[in-house]
């Protein structure tokens, strides 16, 4: 997709707003028998979350974050909200659709936590520059329909020191490799000098659907994979501390393999990245 074919910004954030209303994680909740929001129900999404997803501890420092003013952006179920505001953060939580930020702002007053939720773009924050000590972005950036421009956002939202931990969907993991070999090839050798090159890697239809559908079966209507290349051009205002691949799904020639092993797999050909990067400069430097 070039750039002149792109949506508008405006009609992707209607459609991504339509979209997400009904939590992602809801089939899943479906599926473990989950039908209402008692602290009991969220309980049992929540340790399954955490037991799916176990790296997830690893790269979120969630202990680090105590006393600090924290920034989720992209909530779905909130289990990760919970655990932010849980660790004695400040949390502050942003979500372009009415469902999650309702979600965390349950989880929040349940738990008599210090934490709100409110509803809004990452593309036009409703929060000062230079306001965050962490922000913390998990399979949301790529949905965005600007991921390039939601880096940059984060940026200036960060104190000059300030961390990130972004997780986006890796466009060259075994899934890619499966469908289009040679394509993914290419991709992985490509050495992008600039934004210009990358500004728009929204995935087809088919591939969209592979990763995120709602309970009708519809694919998310925006999702631009990436290669760790592209996402070091991405964070080029940034100090990139780690770029790790993770996760592993049911499909494919890891079918055969039970979560626990095939996830070891995840570090060579995994279907997320994880980011950790960290603004060293103030934005006028
Ligand atoms: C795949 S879900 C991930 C939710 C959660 N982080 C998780 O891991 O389960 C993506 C979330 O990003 C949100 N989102 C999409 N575009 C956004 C935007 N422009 N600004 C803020 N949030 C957005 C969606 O509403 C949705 O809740």
Not at 273 to 284: D, F
Request: aromatic fraction near 10%.
């Amino acid at each position: 997709m070039t750039q002149n074919d792109k949506p508008l910004q405006e009609t992707v954030d209607k459609k991504n707003s339509e979209f997400w209303d009904t939590l992602c994680g809801s089939q899943l909740a479906e599926q473990l028998g989950i039908k209402d929001d008692s602290e009991q129900s969220l309980k049992k999404f929540d340790d399954w979350y955490f037991e799916f997803y176990p790296y997830l501890y690893t790269h979120i420092p969630f202990a680090e974050m105590a006393g600090k003013r924290v920034l989720e952006i992209g909530l779905g179920y909130g289990t990760v909200s919970q655990k932010i505001a849980e660790s004695g953060a400040e949390y502050h939580g942003l979500d372009i659709a009415a469902g999650p930020v309702d979600m965390v702002n349950l989880r929040m007053q349940r738990g008599e936590l210090n934490g709100k939720a409110v509803q809004g773009s990452i593309l036009e924050p409703p929060f000062d520059a230079g306001s965050f000590d962490w922000v913390v972005a998990i399979g949301c950036l790529h949905h965005t329909g600007d991921l390039a421009g939601a880096i940059d956002q984060v940026h200036r939202l960060l104190k000059t020191g300030g961390e990130a931990m972004i997780m986006v969907y890796n466009a060259c993991s075994y899934r890619q490799f499966q469908s289009s070999p040679i394509q993914t090839l290419k991709r992985l050798y490509s050495r992008p000098k600039g934004i210009e090159e990358i500004r728009n890697t929204d995935g087809a239809e088919k591939s969209r659907g592979a990763y995120d559908t709602n309970t009708d079966g519809d694919a998310a209507p925006q999702t631009e994979f990436v290669t760790k290349s592209e996402l070091s051009v991405m964070f080029e205002k940034y100090s990139i501390s780690s770029l790790v691949t993770e996760n592993i799904g049911e499909d494919g020639v890891f079918r055969a393999f039970e979560r626990s092993r095939a996830l070891k797999f995840g570090k060579y050909v995994g279907l997320d990245v994880y980011c950790h990067v960290v603004k060293t400069q103030s934005e006028t430097d």
